[in-house]
């Protein structure tokens, strides 16, 4: 049984150096700033183009939903906002959903705040909101981030081949999940 009011009422998650809190119209200015940011827009696989407003508003809709978990990424001493990450696509009959994560640009990359933000949110998906499997995307070009699945606890468990145009070129996508009977790292 999938716990919908675990997601809509989206605890705060704290680990050891990162807190995971309600991404909302707060992080408008971070968020604004990362969406700029041309390797956070190539590591996403980002085509659209999004206006101040769109953004504001679709911040603004992320709390209260029952479906997924929008979570801004914090620096626990300072509360920098370092990415966001999302648990999406809850499927409460096969109780499944998607992740996806994204740091706010290079400075925040190789300092383990996606690692330690994807196993905090997995332990809420797990243990609290009652999932059974969680899945992701990956493009080949990111084998940093692929590494930080792995450490998670995330299996590779298929290829999408030259399903991404990026910079003139074909990309596999990488499909990874993970399970809650899976051990934890």
């Not at 150096?17 to 990362?34: C, P, R, S």
């Not at 659209?48 to 978990?69: K, S």
């Not at 992701?136 to 399903?163: C, I, M, S, T």
Request: overall charge negative; some cysteine; hydrophobic content about 40%.
């Amino acid at each position: 049984m999938i716990d919908t009011e675990a997601l809509r009422t989206q605890p705060e998650l704290t680990g050891e150096n990162v807190v995971l809190t309600q991404l909302d119209e707060t992080y408008f200015e971070t968020a604004w700033k990362a969406l700029q940011e041309p390797e956070s827009i190539r590591l996403t696989g980002t085509h659209a183009q999004f206006t101040p407003e769109q953004i504001r508003d679709w911040l603004a809709g992320r709390p209260g939903l029952d479906d997924r978990a929008d979570y801004a990424i914090v620096c626990k001493g300072d509360r920098v906002h370092v990415g966001d990450l999302a648990l999406t696509d809850v499927d409460k009959d096969n109780r499944s959903g998607a992740f996806r994560i994204a740091l706010n640009g290079p400075e925040f990359f190789g300092k383990g705040y996606g690692t330690e933000a994807t196993k905090l949110v997995l332990d809420y998906a797990f243990d609290v909101v009652g999932l059974h499997r969680v899945s992701l995307e990956v493009f080949d070009y990111n084998p940093r981030a692929q590494r930080a699945y792995e450490k998670a606890g995330f299996v590779r468990e298929g290829l999408q081949r030259e399903a991404l145009w990026w910079d003139g070129e074909w990309h596999d996508v990488i499909t990874m999940a993970v399970l809650g009977t899976d051990p934890r790292p």
